[in-house]
């Protein structure tokens, strides 16, 4: 939904087929998250993100995925390891067919493997937080055709990975992350 754009909890909950309890839980939650703005007599607003807050969100997720991509370089598993080369092969073939919400899926699931890789119990938690408002946001830079470099760039970042190269792996997704801002 648009930036600014009202929830209307009864059209959500008919929409949904639920009643507007859980509707507006979720919009509450929503709030917590600072995704969605409530607005006194008036309702719940998709949350416009301003330009500094965007600029914030993004420095903060390229540290935390620099500081996850160095631990997963050390931590990762063969298991792990293939995981991500199965991505990245799913990745290649959305990309390919121009499948945009499945690329989307992917590219939120690859940077999740690697928060995981790195196997700390606080860093999931703290970066789907972030996440969270990221996504709201890569719609506009999978439009702005940023989707095929993001793709190299995280073949690039497997490739690191598997060598184990921490200093070259941490470099590259700090530039792709600020690249995506």
């Known amino acids: 939904m648009a930036p ?13 087929k639920v009643s ?10 929503l709030v917590e998250d600072g995704l969605v703005n ?8 998709v ?6 807050e965007i600029r914030d969100l993004y420095e903060m997720r390229a ?19 293939d995981r991500l080369q199965a991505l990245q092969e799913t990745g290649d073939a959305e990309l390919a067919r121009g499948e945009m919400e ?20 606080q860093l999931p938690a703290v970066f789907g937080q972030i996440s969270l ?24 970042l497997l490739r690191h990975i598997a060598n184990r190269d921490a200093s070259a792996a941490q470099a590259l997704m700090q530039e792709h992350i600020l690249g995506a801002l």
Not at 20 to 29: G, H
Not at 63 to 81: D, K, M, N, Q, V
Not at 133 to 156: D, Y
Request: hydrophobic fraction near 35%; glycine fraction near 4%.
């Open 4 to 16: 600014g754009a009202q929830l209307n909890v009864d059209n959500i909950a008919l929409q949904l």
């Open 102 to 121: 499945a690329y989307r899926l992917y590219n939120k699931e690859f940077h999740l493997c690697i928060m995981r890789a790195a196997k700390n119990s």
């Open 47 to 52: 949350c416009r993100l301003e330009e500094p």
């Open 133 to 156: 408002k990221t996504q709201m946001l890569s719609t506009k830079t999978i439009q702005s055709g940023r989707a095929s470099r993001a793709v190299q760039e995280h073949r690039s």
């Open 38 to 45: 409530k607005v006194p007599y008036q309702g719940w607003f």
């Open 63 to 81: 540290s935390l995925e620099c500081f996850g991509i160095r631990l997963a370089c050390a931590r990762i598993t063969p298991e792990e390891l």
């Open 20 to 29: 507007p309890t859980p509707i507006r839980d979720a919009l509450n939650r």
